[in-house]
């Protein structure tokens, strides 16, 4: 339903880039694990996944 989360608190998608780097510097494992449904749609996965390489995410775990 193109519900995007961080540690399982919900989070917009103009939000995401700005939390996410937050929480990636508190941390020195920069690894994030995706998780998509089978019906998310391919353009709002890579904006999703460019916008984490953007943060600061180093490693991706994917998983469906």
């Known amino acids: 339903d ?3 989360t961080i540690n399982k608190c ?3 998608l103009d939000e995401f880039a700005n939390k996410l780097e937050d929480e990636l510097d508190k941390r020195q494992n920069k690894l994030i694990v995706l998780e998509s449904h089978e019906r998310t749609r391919f ?3 890579t904006r999703v996944l460019d916008l984490a390489r953007k943060s600061g995410a180093t490693d991706f775990a994917i998983v469906r």
């Open 2 to 4: 193109g519900v995007l």
């Open 10 to 12: 919900r989070v917009a």
């Open 43 to 45: 353009d709002l996965f």
